[in-house]
C-alpha cells in the first residue's frame, strides 16, 4: 500500500507570493525603428517625422510597447519621445529597451504598489517563472 502524500508547505506557516497572479495581460511589442532609419544608421528627420505620422499607431491598443533601435545608430533622445507621445493614448505601458528591460520594468511598477506589510516578520516563498515570464529581477526586487 502506497503511503499518503503531504504537502507540508501547504500546513505550514509559509506564506507564498506567487509573481505570476500579479502577470498584466496585454501583448508584448518590439517596436524596432531601424526600418525607419536610412541605410538602418541615419535618421533624418523630415522623413522621420513624416514615418510617425503615418504610421497606425492603433495596432498598439492595450499592448506594452519596447522602443527599440538593433543598429548601431545613433538616435536622438527626441524620436524615442516623439514615437511615445503618439502611443500614449494606445499602449498600457511604452519604455525604451528590448522585451526583458520591458518585463522588468512592468514587475518594477507592479512591486512598488504591493502591501507587502502582511508578511512582515513571516516566512515567505517567492514563486514565479513557471507558466508566464517573470523577470528574475522580479524576484529580486521583491525580496
Given amino acids: ?3 499518503e502524500i503531504i504537502n507540508r508547505v501547504a500546513n505550514s506557516k509559509l506564506k507564498v507570493i506567487d509573481l505570476e497572479d500579479f502577470y498584466p ?43 527599440n533601435c ?18 500614449e493614448t494606445y499602449s498600457k505601458l511604452t519604455v525604451i529597451g528590448d522585451l526583458n528591460q520591458l518585463e522588468s520594468i512592468i514587475y518594477s511598477s507592479i512591486i512598488s504598489g504591493l502591501d507587502v506589510s502582511i508578511y512582515k516578520d513571516l516566512p515567505v516563498i517567492i514563486k514565479g ?4 515570464p517573470v523577470p528574475s529581477n522580479a524576484l529580486v526586487l521583491l525580496s
Fill in 1 to 3: 500500500m502506497a503511503e
Fill in 25 to 67: 495581460e496585454g501583448k508584448r511589442v518590439l517596436f524596432d525603428i531601424k526600418d525607419w532609419l536610412l541605410e538602418g544608421l541615419v535618421l533624418r528627420e523630415k522623413e522621420f517625422r513624416t514615418y510617425v505620422a503615418e504610421h497606425d499607431w492603433s495596432q498598439y491598443q492595450n499592448c506594452f510597447v519596447a522602443l
Fill in 70 to 87: 538593433s543598429t548601431d545608430a545613433i538616435v536622438p533622445d527626441w524620436a524615442y519621445m516623439l514615437i511615445s507621445i503618439e502611443l
Fill in 129 to 132: 517563472c513557471a507558466n508566464k
